[in-house]
Nanobody
Framework: QVQLVESGGGLVQPGGSLRLSCAAS????????MGWYRQAPGEEREFVAR???????NYAGSVKGRFTISGDNTKRTVDLQLNSLKPEDTAVYYC???????????????WGQGTQVTVSS
């Protein structure tokens, strides 16, 4: 069983910072990419950032220059540093990973349970 567990959300004032972390647990699997999505109330879930196992990163235009994604292949973790936060960044942030179980050798998408980020004065 593979699980993604997030931590680090909370309430922060506009202009502030937060760091989100996600760890993949389980056994006998490989990770291709890890990343973050977010979903604001009444909105569709949207892509935020991703990092591949080789270190290539991609960001949504709305967060580029403010958010930084980093990963540790050995620890199977991915972090998202959120700086210069705006009220419109308020959302539930979900960790996402493309994982291949060595029992099936098939790539599948996995999601964490989500962590709330609220930006408000």
């Amino acid at each position: 069983q593979v699980q993604l567990v997030e931590s680090g959300g909370g309430l922060v004032q506009p202009g502030g910072s937060l760091r989100l972390s996600c760890a993949a647990s389980g056994s006998s699997f490989d990770i291709n990419t890890m990343g973050w999505y977010r979903q604001a109330p009444g909105e569709e879930r949207e892509f935020v950032a991703r990092i591949t196992s080789s270190g290539t990163t991609n960001y949504a235009g709305s967060v580029k220059g403010r958010f930084t994604i980093s990963g540790d292949n050995t620890k199977r973790t991915v972090d998202l540093q959120l700086n210069s936060l705006k009220p419109e960044d308020t959302a539930v942030y979900y960790c996402n990973a493309l994982i291949r179980r060595r029992t099936t050798w098939l790539w599948s998408e996995y999601w964490g349970q989500g962590t709330q980020v609220t930006v408000s004065s």
